[in-house]
Nanobody, 120 residues
Framework: QVQLVESGGGLVQAGGSLGLSCAAS????????MGWFRQAPGKEREFLAA????????YYADSVKGRFTISRDNAKNTVYLQMNSLKLEDTAVYYC?????????????WGQGTQVTVSS
């Protein structure tokens, strides 16, 4: 089992940048593919990005490709999401997620979420 805790959310102006972190408990972090999702009010949870267990492979939704970057540090049990060129529509609660083994977009564990608000 793994527990995930996101941090780094907050208020940012449109066009700005923000970095999120997700710290995982346990000693088997490198066994999990990691991903980021978000959910805006009244909308379904949306996949954003994922990274393989080694960090060698990454995947992005079209809506964030070129603006967001996912990375991980297995020594620190942490996955990151760097968000640049933020838009008003990026406002949402952001969640990190862990999936045992290969990423299939069906996480086994979720963090509690962190709010990101983009203002004009």
């Amino acid at each position: 089992q793994v527990q995930l805790v996101e941090s780094g959310g907050g208020l940012v102006q449109a066009g700005g940048s923000l970095g999120l972190s997700c710290a995982a408990s346990g000693r088997t972090f490198s066994s999990y593919s990691m991903g980021w999702f978000r959910q805006a009010p009244g909308k379904e949870r949306e996949f954003l990005a994922a990274i393989t267990r080694s960090g060698a492979g990454t995947y992005y939704a079209d809506s964030v490709k070129g603006r967001f970057t996912i990375s991980r540090d297995n020594a620190k049990n942490t996955v990151y999401l760097q968000m640049n060129s933020l838009k008003l529509e990026d406002t949402a609660v952001y969640y990190c997620a862990a999936e045992t083994g290969t990423w299939t977009r069906r996480p086994d564990y979720w963090g509690q979420g962190t709010q990101v608000t983009v203002s004009s």
